[in-house]
């Protein structure tokens, strides 16, 4: 049987399938994890409909996983693992390098402006977010991605299976990047 997620975030076919399969706990750890996820995927400079595909792709594993009796002990960490991998994995094709996706073009991925707010206003946001992002960008590999799986809600023990690294390292890493952060930000 296929799964797919509905592109407006819907289950309907995840649902049925999982509860065939006895795999309801796929339903809870979508609830849970689906928004960390997702934003985590976007930090990570995924553009929003790569990071939709990401979190797709995921669950259809996560799905198959547990139905094939796989391990449960750190469902948090293997799924952040997982999306991480994928997304790498598609920045390495050669497909993914030669093609841009008519909606990224069309919208250059900036999102809807609120309406709300001034121009001035507009301009100064997109300052502190390019900084940020800069800032963010500039961290050795290691402390950005404990950040921004920190930042996602993992706890350490769950970071540190996603990374394979120790948990003591975890912390110190997750420390220097945030002193880091705070020196070229202020």
């Known amino acids: 049987m296929d799964l797919y997620l509905a592109a407006d975030g819907g289950m309907a076919t995840v649902t049925k399938a999982a509860a065939l399969a006895g795999e309801p706990e796929v339903l809870r750890w979508f609830d849970e994890l689906h928004d960390p996820l997702r934003r985590y995927l976007l930090l990570a400079g995924a553009g929003a409909a790569d990071s939709d595909d990401a979190v797709q792709e995921t669950f ?73 992002r800069a800032a963010i960008c500039s961290l050795p590999e290691q402390q950005r991605e404990c950040m921004l799986l920190r930042t996602s809600g993992l706890r350490y023990r769950e970071i540190a299976a996603v990374l394979g690294i120790q948990i003591s390292s975890v912390g110190s890493l997750v420390h220097r990047a945030v002193a880091r952060l705070s020196e070229e930000l202020s």
Not at 73 to 84: L, T
Not at 121 to 130: A, F, I, P, S, T
Request: charged share 35%.
């Open 60 to 132: 259809l594993r996560l799905h198959q996983h547990l139905v094939k009796g796989g391990d449960r002990s750190n469902v948090c960490g293997w799924v952040f693992q997982v999306a991480r991998n994928y997304l790498r994995d598609e920045r390495k094709s050669a497909r993914r390098q030669r093609t841009v996706r008519l909606e990224e073009a069309v919208t250059g991925e900036g999102g809807p402006a609120d309406p709300r707010s001034s121009p001035e206003h507009g301009v100064l946001d997109q300052e502190r977010v390019q900084r940020l």
